[in-house]
Antibody, heavy 121, light 106 residues
Framework: QVLLVESGGGVVQPENSLRLSCAAS????????MHWVRQAPGKGLEWVAF????????SYADSVKGRISISRDNSKNTLYLQMNSLRPDDTAVYFC??????????????WGQGTLVTVSS | IQLTQSPSFLSASVGDRVTITCRAS??????LAWYQQEPGKAPKLLIY???TLQSGVPSRFSGSGSGTEFTLTISSLQPEDFATYFC?????????FGGGTRVEIK
């Protein structure tokens, strides 16, 4: 059974940084492209970032480009999202998700439960 | 690529046939997926590649379309189907979602 567990969310002041983690079990992370998707309170879903199975290819939403970085440690079976220069409109639940298919033709078949990031002074 | 879902809200009864539409701002071939999300939970994959049912998803769910217009149909609405539904295009980066359709009990 695939299990993705996000952690690292919390309340942070604008312009500060935060690193989210997504620990995987029941799957070998090194075999899969992985994504972060976020959802602002009461709003829809927004794709944030993608990283290829080997870490050699990444893609980002325009709204986070230059401020957010996705990475992975396959030896720890863990995905990361480093978020810098955070803004109030980054406030959201952040989900990690497994991508299936050949990139960019990815759909998401496994999701974590999400971790809430609140950016507020 | 922008995805426009309609309606954004619908009220229906158990047993009703429900159809949700997703329109893409440009052609995406058959690269479309549908998700169901209950309040406070992660989305759940229902359908990918426009019409392929994810394992374990009831057969009352079906998808169709191509190019720029797609539909999700629930043939007979069940109590557990009252949720919000999102479409997602997987044609190219940045991957994008529709705004969602909330299905509520009439």
């Amino acid at each position: 059974q695939v299990l993705l567990v996000e952690s690292g969310g919390g309340v942070v002041q604008p312009e500060n940084s935060l690193r989210l983690s997504c620990a995987a079990s029941g799957l070998t992370l090194s075999s899969h492209g992985m994504h972060w998707v976020r959802q602002a309170p009461g709003k829809g879903l927004e794709w944030v970032a993608f990283i290829q199975y080997d870490g050699n290819n990444k893609s980002y939403a325009d709204s986070v480009k230059g401020r957010i970085s996705i990475s992975r440690d396959n030896s720890k079976n863990t995905l990361y999202l480093q978020m810098n220069s955070l803004r109030p409109d980054d406030t959201a639940v952040y989900f990690c998700a497994r991508g299936r298919g050949i990139p960019p033709h990815h759909y998401f078949d496994s999701w974590g439960q999400g971790t809430l990031v609140t950016v507020s002074s | 690529i922008q995805l426009t879902q309609s309606p954004s809200f619908l009220s229906a009864s158990v047993g009703d046939r429900v159809t949700i539409t997703c329109r893409a701002s440009q052609g995406i071939s058959s690269y479309l997926a549908w998700y169901q999300q209950e309040p406070g939970k992660a989305p759940k994959l229902l359908i990918y590649a426009t019409s392929t049912l994810q394992s374990g998803v009831p057969s009352r769910f079906s998808g169709s379309g191509s190019g720029t217009e797609f539909t999700l149909t629930i043939s007979s609405l069940q109590p557990e189907d009252f949720a919000t539904y999102f479409c997602q295009q997987l044609n190219n980066f940045p991957l994008t979602f529709g705004g969602g359709t909330r299905v509520e009990i009439k």
